[in-house]
């Protein structure tokens, strides 16, 4: 791999790190996962997989249960990993979906590194970048080294964890992140069925993860239902997360990758501190949705009446 390459590859890839994430570049290649769906379900998720060759993480929202009895719409809420490398029979499958607004939240260097998401024709993104308070630059320092003793120093023993532990924490700290998720809420409670609303980030399991997870909520899904979605990411992600960390070992940035399973994946303890914080700044959720987002009764009302019946 030349020079050049190689400062490619690892600006690509802490790009995304910083954000919990991997890059669709190192996935240049992997396969389709049809069998993802089915691993989430073991691992108690009803997820819905829209099976795409481009992207491996995007699901349909709809189908969970309330605590009602009602049943989260179908085809009305999309959440997605990267959509820069989807191929031409995606985009018919993406067309088919009837969207409205694709929101992106990924942060420019990460898009600069990844490209901008190919979408049907008449489909534009709406940028919405939701960072992750600097961690970008310590990445670069350990992963660009070639260290390995940098490395572990950097992302060893539990400092990966406690890296997406801050991730996580600032989500709901940084007052740009929040006004950030407040904006894909009240596009969601103006969607129409005609009009449906897809977000992403680049892995789509951090931003996009917390997004889903709050939303569900806020529809009356129980807990462990809105829980069970976030952690199928582990199981629909699995292989290809895989393919990024042999990739790394084989192009020499990385003696031992496994440092980043902790990066790649989510867990109960990352979701926990997001809720900790909701907990200590609003009180409770229903308090991060009226105080923090700034949802008022209609909007939250508009939700309920647009996705749940």
């Keep these: 791999m030349s020079r050049n390459r190689v400062r490619l590859a690892t600006g690509a890839v802490v790009s ?13 290649g992997a396969p389709a996962q049809p069998a993802a769906a089915a691993q989430a ?24 249960r309330t605590y009602g009895g009602d049943t989260v719409r179908h085809g009305r809420v999309y959440r997605a990993d990267a ?39 008449g489909l534009t993104v709406t940028a919405r970048p939701v960072n992750d308070s600097g961690l970008y630059g310590q990445m670069m320092a350990a992963i660009a080294t070639r260290d390995p003793v940098k490395q572990e120093e950097a992302l060893g023993g539990s400092k990966g964890s406690d890296l ?8 709901i700290s940084d007052p740009a992140n929040t006004a ?8 969601i409670a103006n969607s129409t069925s005609r009009s449906a609303v897809l977000f992403h980030c680049t892995s789509g399991k951090d931003r996009t993860g917390w ?36 990739g790394l070992k084989q192009a020499g940035l990385m ?4 440092l980043l399973i902790p990066l790649q994946e989510v867990r109960d303890g990352y979701l926990d501190t997001a809720l900790a914080e909701v907990e200590a700044r609003y009180g409770s959720l229903h308090g991060y949705l009226q105080k923090g987002l700034g949802l008022d009764l209609r909007t939250l009302a508009k939700l309920q009446a647009q996705l749940v019946g």
């Design 211 to 246: 997004t889903t997870y709050v939303l569900l909520r806020a529809l009356g899904v129980p807990e462990a239902t809105a829980r069970g979605d976030y952690l199928a990411s582990n199981a629909i992600r699995a292989a290809a997360d895989k393919k990024v960390r042999d």
């Design 255 to 258: 003696q031992n990758p496994d």
């Design 16 to 28: 995304a790190l910083a954000l919990g994430a991997l890059p669709a570049t190192a996935l240049a």
């Design 41 to 64: 379900r073991q691992h108690g998720s009803t997820a819905r997989q829209i099976p795409l060759q481009g992207a491996v993480n995007v699901r349909d929202v709809g189908g969970y």
């Design 180 to 187: 950030q998720f407040a904006a894909t809420f009240r596009d």
């Design 164 to 171: 997406m532990k801050r991730v996580y924490g600032t989500l």
């Design 83 to 121: 959509l820069g490398r989807l191929t031409d029979q995606d985009l018919v499958t993406l067309a088919g979906l009837r969207l409205g607004r694709v929101i992106d939240y990924r942060v420019p260097v990460e898009i600069q590194y990844d490209g901008q998401d190919r979408l049907p024709p």
